[in-house]
């Protein structure tokens, strides 16, 4: 038995291939080899149907020299490509895993084809190494997406399907990297990753992630001069922001009060700098609570609109107030009715000037 430097035994021909590695349920154990021939597992029909079942299937620590092609092929079982070297092109176009499907730590010098495959299980491609460009457009992920430290070339990801959670943590995109109509039904999270050059996530369906998640993809577009888009990741950004600081065990309750505050008003007033009619509605209704309680604290309460509509200037004179005979506490109740009304008036400003302010 010939074996590389590395201790692999060589497989020269398809038949050997078969006689050594695959038994009669189609289970392929091929750890630690090296196949020196293009692997085509359709060759073993004799009607060339590319639709091929297959049982367990291990290439752990395997070489492909040539190109594989798994098209079409249904793995029922686990299959694991842990730290196998695909030399050739990597064909698994509309390849169907039903159990856990394992790339880790994985090299594709040449082109690797995806397109239309369906995971069922846990995909994991963790550490593995995309040289050349990977294709995963239509691809359906029904479990977990693990490409936590992948680094990718190019990337095309379109109208991919992602019905659990994704991870990219840690992922290094070189080139291209295309997410358009890709749909993330769950968490999809991309903290420390770096977009080298082009990134296009507009069009991508991103709902749910942490705030690290959505400031990078707002970055993204902001590279692109993309402020509309990016606007949008920016509140959901700041959506996160205050998620954790209520729901996080670092953070009490009665911690970070000020932080809270701007944040919860922020998010009261404009919806994070996004809506200048919230902003509006906001300023009008803090006039009319701080009007009624400034005359209920009034000897001589009296409604009107016109001092409603002088109450909405934030400068208004003391001697104006002086008519309704107020309470020495109704002068608080002054004071910080200014302030809120005056913020109000602010943030509505600057949710009119929302696509210069990022």
Known sequence: MATDREGREIIKSQKDFFERCVDKDNNIKANNVRLQFELDLASRNSNKDKNIDLGRVNFINSVFEYSVDFDESRFSGEASFDRATFSGEASFFEATFSGKASFLMATFSE???FVGATFSGVAGFFGATFSAEADFRRTIFSGVAD??????????????????????IETYFTLNALYWGTKFKKEVYFDGAIFENNSQLRGAFIEHGDRETFRIIKHEFLKQNNRIEALEYHKREMKAYWRDLWNTEEIKWYQKPGEKS????????????????????FTLVTAFIFYGAFLFLSNCPGWSFEAYFRFLNPTHS???????????????????????????YYQTIQAFRKYKRI
């Open 111 to 113: 082109e690797a084809d």
């Open 147 to 168: 490409f936590n430290n992948a680094e990718f070339s190019k990337v095309n990801f379109k109208r991919a399907f992602f019905k659990e959670k994704a991870n990219f």
């Open 262 to 281: 701007i944040i919860g008003l922020n998010r009261i007033s404009t919806n994070y700098g996004t809506a200048w009619m919230q902003g509006v509605a």
């Open 318 to 344: 003391y001697k104006f107030l002086r008519d309704f005979i107020p309470y020495d506490s109704a002068y608080i109740i002054d004071m910080v009715g200014r302030v809120l009304i005056g913020y109000g």
